[in-house]
């Protein structure tokens, strides 16, 4: 597997010349795990994604990809009516989401397209097909050769799923927006983290501030920490940033997380700090 990076900011797009390092589009990752696409998440950075895939399949209407979507939230679906690709006949997408039904899930995303906001009125006026599906929480489900795992973290109010990703003995986990409890990440989504090659974890706060916004439902970068260490990671990726985090401040908020890594009993496991451009092989 490879993921690629499209979008690592949290909240709202965060264009300009201080976070021009690290980007500013919403959350965004894709992993081409052979001939099998899997998009997770689609933020502003899926519109950059969609212009890539044109120069594929996708731009001759024989593409097919799977989104597996975390939560509703502006920042996590704003990408979608701009993806170049659903509006190619012969296209096919699958999108996974944490809704009570798979027509809810299609409702959400077709209440953004409204006429309120968006001409395009409906996901059935895409050139492309549209299959939205109802996550299942805590059962293993197929995408190609890809085994998926879900699971739920809170996020404020509502709650965000935590994906895990295996192929061939490998292991990949997105876990964006994940506001933890005292006790940390509760025991069923720590066995969703454990002896991951790779975690993409949401980092949106210093300590400090995760602290002064508590009710918003993110992690900080020790509460990241703890968590990899905790589940024997082989990498971290910090991830989510807050959209007022210069590009310094990224900086900062790793150097600072390795620290915390190291005193979390995690000296042995890597640090990234995800950027647009970045790409991993799993």
């Not at 799977?66 to 659903?86: R, V």
């Not at 739920?152 to 990949?172: C, I, K, M, S, W």
């Not at 915390?260 to 640090?271: M, P, Q, S, T, V």
């Amino acid at each position: 597997m490879r993921a690629s990076f499209y979008g690592v900011r949290g909240s709202i797009p965060a264009p300009g010349p201080e976070t021009i390092r690290f980007g500013g589009n919403t959350s965004c990752v894709s992993v081409d795990a052979g001939g099998d696409l899997v998009i997770l998440d689609a933020g502003t950075g899926l519109t950059a994604l969609g212009k890539a895939l044109l120069e594929g399949p996708c731009g001759k209407g024989a593409g097919r990809a799977t989104l597996l979507i975390s939560h509703s939230h502006w920042d996590h679906i704003q990408g979608f009516p701009f993806f170049p690709p659903i509006y190619i006949p012969g296209n096919a997408f699958t999108i996974y989401g944490p809704s009570h039904s798979a027509d809810s899930l299609e409702a959400v995303l077709e209440g953004q397209m409204s006429p309120h906001y968006s001409p395009i009125h409906s996901l059935r006026n895409l050139g492309a097909t549209i299959d939205c599906r109802d996550a299942p929480i805590g059962e293993r489900f197929q995408v190609g050769d890809v085994t998926v795992l879900a699971r739920a973290n809170p996020h404020g109010r509502t709650t965000a799923l935590a994906y895990r990703l295996e192929q061939d003995g490998r292991a990949l986990v997105y876990a964006s927006d994940a506001g933890y409890g005292d006790g940390g990440p509760s025991a069923g989504v720590l066995a969703l983290y454990r002896g991951a090659d790779v975690l993409i974890h949401d980092c949106t706060y210093t300590p400090e501030d995760r602290q002064a916004r508590a009710d918003r439902g993110f992690s900080s970068i020790a509460d990241a920490a703890r968590a990899a260490a905790a589940a024997r990671v082989r990498t971290l990726v910090m991830f989510h940033y807050d959209q007022d985090y210069t590009d310094d401040d990224v900086d900062a908020l790793r150097d600072r997380c390795r620290g915390l890594l190291d005193e979390a009993g995690g000296r042995d496991i890597k640090l990234v700090a995800a950027h647009e451009g970045l790409t991993i092989d799993v």
